[in-house]
């Protein structure tokens, strides 16, 4: 057949393809694996989880770290995922192009150790030609050079046919990342057709244009690169597996970019709406479209995963999205504040696939209108200072905007650095980003100081890593504070000065400081915001103190402390026991915060939601989505709300579900946990129901009282609440007592009639001060004596100036304003040494003013003869200084200053 016949059945081909939704994608990808024997599961949060490698969640394998490095054991050897993912490293360019974009979901099925190459790339074929319905003629795979294993797969087993097989070096088809597992990739390619492509001859796989698109690539994790260069096999082999949603829904879809899939292209569209703009008719226009649709699903994604706007980290990318979007709007026409009306499209769009989007609703839109709030608000005095940053730099024939400048704007205005860095490129400007950087330095290395150093997959690397993976404890303490248990790992551990090592070790002896990991334990491990349990560890040999427990590498329960007595031995059966006292005033504290997160909702709202928590056996911290101060009556409506339910003496009761179960029945589940298939929901009848692994009394009448202490603001848009329970309410209470009483004691009264006598003795010193100031301006007045002999014409304006010792700066005031009444037009400076200190208060009339007179200029040009500086306005200015010496030589200079005044202002 002619190359014209081949391209003619293809394009019949394209045209009866089924031109499925993204939506229908997703489903059909996650079904046809899980059809393979994979278990599904949903998609991880954008928030790393105990991975401080990363900032936000960028690929398919990045949550499943854990897994391929066998820090933790798999829920099933096979498994497939949609991930929502967000990468932010060419933000400069998205907009510019239709390729880029932050948000992509990747599609991937994964293997740990146990399918290889032939079934993870027939699947892959099967799933785009048989399920999906691509022309198998135009799809290409690519190997690595010198993986031949690879190419009889893709030959023998599959069928494709040599030539339609490309090879590729280690830059296009080798995945390694430092030292750790590494391997080759089979990539499969799909051409879109010639009207995508650049039209040169030689046109094909590896092209820059973009006729063959990459839709799928597999990695073979098959070797261990020591760093050096040596490679060996790995034990266990691996398929990491990733396939960009949007990128497989244009090839189905036939349309020219990410921009053009259905989801997207009804964001698109409702951006053109509001902006009253059509799209592909002008660059500049479609610049400002593509930035603000593609931002704002960023925006929606990463608030439902509880990322707040903030000047650090994940906050700090969330805050530029927004920000950015937000001035694309303006630039588009659009007035108001719109990007709440653009997410709702986003959550209408996707909430198929991710339910959590609508559960999150009101939440996502709160925040997002606060933030454009915060925005609108300084976005136009920043503008105008940078169009004057502009003019300054043109004036001086200058292209580069100050670093210290750029970090003006964005100390003052809200305007992150790639932000003033846009606006100035759109002029043919740049801005010195060294000097910006080094404004920022301070901030820089709190940073880098709080960062952690990392290990090839960037977990924390500690101890408990050399661990068998396969060991792990089973908690049994939710009904019980005692158990038998044995020792399945003994670790040591540094001390605070770091003396000693970290090292698994067979014994622990008296006096060592470790940890004893137990294959059953009622010991809680801190998590989900409540602080662990403490208590001891006794052997047949020995005793050990637990000061702190531990949730450690792959599920197990490290119980960290001392050795008091004696010697652990590995596989010693032991008996665990937990501080009873802490452990149920813990529990109060952790079954108030249930009662406390509904009471939030009930008085203030549903866009509350639980952001933090912290539960000892001291009290309860919360950290909840609020935009304002609570007010006194909304904290007492809150308190009142819980103390009632405590009251009713609700009975506390858990069940184990699923997770689709648990959300069906209403439970609420809390931003940024990791959740497995089954879940514990903790209900406190019709009142209260939450995903939650903690620990909790058995009805609320155990809690007996419930007070708030405190409520304060940690970040934008986040209230803190701390408040006590039980036995601390009424500890809380005798102290409050105690110190009335003493304070009652010092007034000479009863507590009963405290608060009259402070308003008794507020009143007496409110007439006593005005009496002392009366006094002191008596006494200031009769100092200055008569200075009528004094006044000085200095030019056309009256002049006096003089030194008055002994008088503040109230005091000068007043003398000043007497001075002026009787000397008629002219301005006063007068001078007084104060405590080692001097003062200096000068003042002017409006006839002196016209005349050139300026009180603040004078001030400033003899401040620094007394060692001090100051200014102020025309007719009012005052100063202090440190050199009571310099008050002669500073009179004398104001009289010269005057001058200089009136003999410009006559000219």
Not at 28 to 52: A, R, Y
Request: charged residues 30%; glycine residues 10%.
């Amino acid at each position: 057949m002619c190359f014209k016949g081949r391209e003619a059945v293809r394009e019949r081909n394209r045209l009866d393809m089924k031109k499925y939704g993204v939506n229908d994608l997703r489903r059909m990808f996650l079904e046809f694996f899980e059809s393979k024997g994979h278990l599904k599961m949903k998609s991880f949060s954008l928030v790393p989880h105990n991975d401080n490698s990363l900032l936000i969640i960028n690929s398919g394998m990045a949550p499943l770290k854990p897994y391929f490095t066998g820090q933790e054991v798999p829920p099933r050897t096979r498994v497939t995922t949609c991930q929502k993912c967000i990468r932010t490293g060419d933000l400069e360019n998205v907009g510019k192009t239709a390729r880029h974009g932050t948000f992509f979901e990747m599609l991937g099925n994964f293997s740990f150790g146990d399918y290889f190459k032939s079934e993870a790339l027939a699947w892959a074929w099967e799933f785009l030609t048989e399920t999906v319905g691509l022309d198998k003629d135009r799809l290409y795979p690519s190997i690595y050079l010198d993986d031949e294993e690879a190419f009889e797969v893709w030959t023998k087993e599959i069928g494709v046919a040599p030539e339609r097989i490309f090879r590729f070096g280690k830059e296009d088809n080798f995945w390694e990342h430092g030292t750790g597992p590494c391997g080759p990739c089979s990539e499969i390619y799909y051409d879109r057709g010639e009207k995508y492509g650049c039209g040169k001859p030689d046109c094909t796989v590896g092209c820059d244009c973009d006729r063959y698109m990459e839709v799928w690539n597999v990695v073979f994790s098959q070797f261990d690169n020591d760093g050096h260069g040596n490679y060996t096999d790995l034990v266990q082999k691996n398929i990491d597996t990733g396939m960009g949603l949007e990128r497989l829904a244009v090839a189905v879809q036939d349309v020219d970019s990410i921009f053009d899939v259905d989801t997207i292209e009804s964001l698109r569209s409702e951006v053109c709406r509001m902006g009253g703009v059509e799209y592909e008719k002008d660059y500049k226009t479609d610049v400002s479209i593509r930035i603000i649709t593609d931002h704002i699903r960023s925006t929606t994604f990463m608030i439902s995963d509880g990322i707040l706007p903030s000047n650090e980290g994940r906050g700090y990318v969330l805050r530029r999205l927004i920000r950015r979007a937000a001035r694309h709007g303006r630039m588009l026409g659009i007035q108001d504040k719109f990007l709440s009306k653009l997410a709702e499209t986003v959550i209408e769009g996707s909430k198929d696939g991710y339910p959590e989007l609508e559960e999150k609703r009101d939440f996502i839109l709160n925040v997002i209108r606060q933030e454009e709030n915060k925005f609108a608000r300084t976005i136009d005095a920043g503008l105008s200072i940078l169009t004057d940053m502009e003019e300054d730099l043109s004036k001086k024939g200058l292209k580069e905007l100050p670093g210290s400048e750029a970090f003006r704007l964005y100390d003052t205005y809200g305007f992150p650095l790639d932000l003033t860095r846009e606006i100035l490129e759109e002029k043919g400007l740049s801005v010195d980003e060294k000097g910006y950087a080094a404004a920022m330095k301070e901030q820089s290395e709190r940073a880098r100081a709080a960062r952690n150093t990392s290990n090839f997959m960037g977990a924390a690397a500690t101890v408990y890593e050399e661990l068998d993976p396969a060991l792990n404890s089973e908690f049994v303490g939710y009904d019980r504070i005692e158990a038998q248990g044995k020792i399945v790992a003994l670790v040591t551990l540094q001390n605070a000065e770091g003396e000693g090592e970290n090292a698994v070790v067979e014994a622990l002896t008296d006096g060592s400081r470790g940890a004893i990991i137990t294959d059953e334990t009622p010991f809680y491990g801190t998590m989900g915001g409540q602080e662990g349990d403490t208590g001891v560890i006794e052997g047949k040999d020995g005793s050990f103190e637990v000061k702190s427990t531990e949730h450690v590498a792959g599920g197990k329960i490290a119980h960290i402390g001392v050795v008091t007595r004696g010697m652990f031995r590995m596989q010693d059966v032991v008996t665990l026991k937990v501080n009873g006292e802490q452990r149920r005033a813990t529990c109060r504290n952790h079954s108030a915060t249930h009662l406390l997160h509904r009471a939030l909702r009930d008085v203030l709202g549903t866009h509350v939601e639980q952001s933090g928590s912290y539960q000892d056996a001291e009290k309860t911290r919360f950290d909840f989505s609020h935009f304002e101060a609570m007010k006194p009556e909304e904290i007492a409506a809150v308190e009142k709300e819980v103390n009632d339910e405590i009251a009713a003496d609700l009975p506390v009761v858990t069940e184990i579900m699923t997770v689709d179960e648990a959300k069906k029945t209403g439970a609420i589940a809390l931003f940024g946990e990791k959740y497995g298939e089954m879940v514990r929901v903790v209900e406190m009848e019709d009142f209260s129901k939450e995903f939650c692994g903690g620990t909790h009394v058995k009805n609320t009448g155990d809690i007996r009282f419930f007070k708030i202490i405190s409520e304060s603001g940690i970040a934008a848009g986040v209230r803190r609440i701390e408040a006590i329970t039980g036995a601390n309410v009424l500890k809380y209470y005798a102290e409050v007592e105690n110190e009335l009483r003493a304070a009652a004691q010092v007034a000479k009264t009863t507590p009963k009639t405290l608060a009259e006598k402070i308003s008794h003795l507020q009143e007496e010193i409110k007439a006593l001060k005005s009496e002392n100031e009366s006094l002191k301006s008596k006494a200031a007045s009769e100092a200055l004596g008569d200075v009528s002999g004094q006044i000085k014409e200095i030019g056309p304006v009256k002049f006096i100036g003089t030194r008055v010792d002994g008088v503040d700066m109230n005091g000068l005031r007043d003398l000043s304003d007497k001075l002026k009444a009787k000397m008629g037009e002219g301005l006063v400076v007068i001078l007084s040494e104060n405590g080692g200190k001097v003062n200096i208060v000068a003042s002017a009339t409006e006839g002196a003013i016209k005349m050139g007179a300026h009180a603040g200029n004078l001030i400033k040009g003899i401040a620094s003869l007394v060692g001090g500086g100051g200014g102020g306005r025309p007719n009012m200015a005052q100063a202090g200084g440190k050199n009571p010496a310099g008050i002669a030589d500073a009179l004398k200079k104001a009289e010269q200053v005057l001058s200089d005044q009136v003999s410009v202002g006559a000219k």
